[in-house]
């Protein structure tokens, strides 16, 4: 289920080559092709194979267009006859044939400009290295040119020479003839006046034509020169714009890399955090940098963004501070105010580092390369219902939908900052994205996490690393719900309980997450809930399967009234806007717009304060589009990378590959001590499946009792009782009054003050028990 892995491109003298993926149609879409650069000219091939014998296209760069389209994606037409959608597998692998791409066409400019004067070049002109060009070769014709001038030059000043000393002779030649009287040396005379005038002839000839071979040089290389200065020029100001996006990359890695470590102010640079944050694209200029178009969201009908004015952000050095007001977020007070606080709280992870943290695994065993034949299990389950067909571990990656919950928690830091804002509209900036950043370890993980078993728990213990820790537990089976409750030391709660309803339609799955995550803040006491959107899985039964996050959130602040709606924009073919997109705007309870959201859900997301908003111009559908004026954007949230050989490891990012790793303590009902799910991490699938076939069994034959008990307790007549523990679909609402007639453990029912929300919440004692080693409470599930 992997894609191919993408080779880095290599440069070969003057050849450029390696793997892009290629547009090809609305049928097959993006296919890898392996692409090869070399004088001037792109061409493509299905297989390095190939290169020998069939080339599939080739466009002149000489005449072609550049346009880069996002982090990955890149155009290159000549004008209608020809064009390629190429896409590489990262944006550093894009910038590398940005780069190649961009000198090869300059190159080429450059070919041809000499190739169309060769024929005004003079007769005495040097001879160029070629069809070589280049740097080195354009220097070298330079100055050939400029010694054939300097030896011209030279020439004009010795006829000079020559003119003076034969004309001052000529002169006394003259002057001795008016003296002389008409006898015998009259004829000499005269005959030697003929002859220095001949050689003043001769001479002030050879010095016009001297005049006119360095006149007609000039004139030759002139226009020449002149076009290789342009060509020069471009090529300068291109590699500038490289080398400035190659600087705020570097800038944002390291920004990234500060935050990852949590550096103390003063080993921090606040003007180039100030800057690193800003968008790759864009003028240099520091006008221009503050203004940026940036997609706004209050209607899916349309929107326009357009820059605000240079006033609304010229402020003193005394306005920036490290604590937001009311009016927005400075360019600098962000990245200052984050670092300055979690480098000085007494709290954080550095100044509770007493002993050494424990070293977490970065690997597991590498999945096997088991086929798998869909049609061999439906066939078997012909005439039964289709929530009740069991599925294989095949089908499965190694840990459990509660370990999938608690993965939600990768981006802790997100809610760490939250905490810290004093103004709750930057704060919704920060909650809004944390709920985007859930969803970006799913998009390569198309595996089907393990159905818990009822009374299953797991719990996520990162208090001296990270300063939390959360607790999950399987509070019913029919239908399937799962509560989670994760609180922190640095002032925040999170809590959810999510039911999953699931709707097979042929071709693709759709996941519908029922329930509502609410998220506390303990210094402000505000109050935030949403919902999940739905999660697509596309090419169930033919093709590649690959999965897509659709559908609308509203992140509510119960406390203020603020609200941010997210819009998860579906896939579409005919789409021209970035893939996976994600757009939102943060506003008051008075509906009034403060910071506009944009990103993807599975890379980063971007605000920006909005300075102005109002109605525009009707859009397509007839409604009006809304005009929002911003500020440049800043970074919220990007994704971590992911580790080394993870597509061999189902994809984990480098929190799921801890999640199954063994840890003392802990309760006999945690994930981590399931066999069937340890079976399968370590590669044996075939005893994997036995054994959840085992405990399939053993959990009907307990709920058939547990049943069997309340139905005599009620003296109601018995019935059967059927349930599969991990059926591939199951469509149950969530609902107040569960079916499985079984207590939970560690959570209890209630009903939020707040929201009016009935759910699970977390009644204590976990942490109690598990210090104290004390586990009677705990089902024998296992």
């Known amino acids: 289920m992997s894609e191919p892995k993408a080779l880095t491109p290599t440069p070969a003298g003057d050849t450029y080559k390696g793997w892009l993926f290629k547009w090809t149609n609305y049928i097959k879409g993006y296919q890898r ?63 590398r044939w940005i780069t190649a791409l961009e000198l090869a066409k300059a190159k080429a400019v450059r070919n041809q400009a000499e190739s169309d004067d060769s024929g005004d070049e003079c007769p005495t002109s040097p001879p160029t290295s070629g069809q070589g060009g280049g740097a080195r070769n354009s220097n070298s014709e330079v100055q050939s040119t400029l010694r054939t001038l300097g030896s011209k030059v030279e020439d004009l000043s010795t006829c000079n020479d020559l003119i003076a000393k034969h004309g001052s002779a000529l002169q006394r030649s003259l002057s001795e003839l008016e003296g002389v009287r008409l006898g015998g040396d009259t004829d000499g005379k005269i005959r030697q006046v003929t002859e220095r005038a001949t050689l003043f002839r001769i001479t002030s000839n050879a010095m016009i034509n001297a005049c006119r071979d360095f006149l007609s040089l000039a004139q030759a290389h002139s226009k020449r020169w002149q076009k290789a200065l342009h060509s020069e020029r471009d090529q300068r100001i291109r590699l500038e714009e490289t080398l400035e996006q190659l600087a705020k990359q570097h800038n944002h890695l390291e920004r990234a890399f500060r935050g990852a470590t949590v550096l103390p102010l003063s080993q921090s640079n606040p003007a180039l955090d100030s800057k690193s944050s800003g968008s790759v694209k864009g003028d240099a200029s520091d006008e221009d940098d503050e203004n940026e178009f940036f997609d706004a969201m209050e209607d899916p009908a349309g929107f326009i963004t357009v820059p605000a004015d240079p006033k609304y952000h010229r402020r003193s050095g005394s306005n920036v501070s490290c604590l937001s007001t009311e009016t927005g977020i400075d360019d600098q007070s962000v990245s200052l105010c984050d670092e300055q606080s979690l480098g000085s709280n007494p709290e954080s992870p550095q100044s509770l580092e007493v002993e050494p943290v424990r070293k977490r695994r970065t690997k597991i065993p590498d999945k096997p390369n088991y086929s798998l034949n869909l049609w061999s299990i439906m066939k078997n389950c012909i005439g039964k219902e289709l929530s009740k067909i069991p599925m294989p571990v095949n089908f499965n990656e190694p840990i459990s939908m509660l370990q999938r919950l608690s993965e939600d928690l990768e981006y802790y ?370």
């Open 33 to 95: 092709r392996w692409f090869v650069l070399s004088n001037g000219l792109l061409s493509y091939y299905r297989t390095q194979a190939e290169m020998g014998h069939t080339c599939r296209g080739t466009i002149n760069l000489a005449t072609a267009n550049i346009a880069v389209e996002d982090s990955c994606n890149f155009v290159i037409s000549n004008g209608g006859a020809q064009t390629y959608h190429l896409k590489a597998s990262s944006e550093v692998e894009r910038q």
């Open 413 to 782: 830091e997100l809610l760490d900052k939250a905490a810290k804002c004093q103004s709750s509209l930057e704060q919704l900036c920060y909650v809004a994205a944390f709920t985007v950043s859930s969803y970006s370890t799913t998009v390569h993980r198309t595996g089907k996490p393990f159905n818990p078993l009822l009374g299953e728990t797991y719990e996520l213990d990162r208090l001296r690393e990270s300063g939390y820790r959360s607790l999950c537990e399987q509070v019913s089976h029919h239908p399937p719900a799962a509560a989670h409750h994760a609180i922190s030391e640095r002032g925040w709660t999170l809590r959810q309980e999510i039911s999953l309803a699931s709707k097979f339609r042929g071709k693709y799955l759709s996941i519908m997450p029922l329930g509502s995550i609410q998220c506390m803040f303990e210094k402000s006491n505000n109050h935030y809930s949403w919902k999940k959107v739905t999660t697509t899985v596309h090419n169930i039964i033919v093709g590649k399967l690959w999965i897509d996050q659709s559908g609308e959130i509203d992140v509510v602040n119960h406390r203020t009234g603020d609200r941010c709606h997210l819009k998860f924009a579906p896939y579409s073919y005919f789409s021209r806007d970035v893939a996976r997109k994600v757009t939102g705007v943060v506003a008051d309870k008075e509906g009034k717009a403060h910071y506009v959201l944009s990103g993807t859900w599975d890379e980063k997301m971007e605000f920006s304060r909005v300075m102005q908003s109002n109605k525009g111009e009707n859009g397509t559908e007839g409604k009006q589009k809304t005009v929002y004026q911003t500020l440049k954007a800043k970074e919220l949230w990007k994704k971590n990378p992911l580790p080394e050989g993870a597509e061999t490891m189902y994809y984990f990012s480098s929190l799921a590959l801890t999640l199954n790793e063994p840890e003392e303590g802990v309760a006999p009902t945690d994930s981590r001590r399931r066999p069937d799910q340890q079976l399968m991490e370590a590669g044996r699938w075939d005893e994997a499946n036995a054994e959840k076939q085992r405990l399939e069994e053993k959990q009907r034959s307990v709920r058939r009792e547990r049943e069997r008990e309340a139905q005599q307790a009620a003296n109601l007549p018995e019935e059967g009782a059927e349930g599969v523990e991990d059926s591939f679909i199951t469509d149950s609402p969530l609902k107040s009054v569960h079916q499985d007639n079984y207590e939970a453990m560690w959570f209890e029912r209630t009903e939020d003050a707040v929201t009016g929300e009935s759910m699970h919440v977390y009644k204590g004692g976990y942490w109690e028990a598990k210090d104290h080693g004390s586990w009677d409470v705990c089902p024998d599930i296992y």
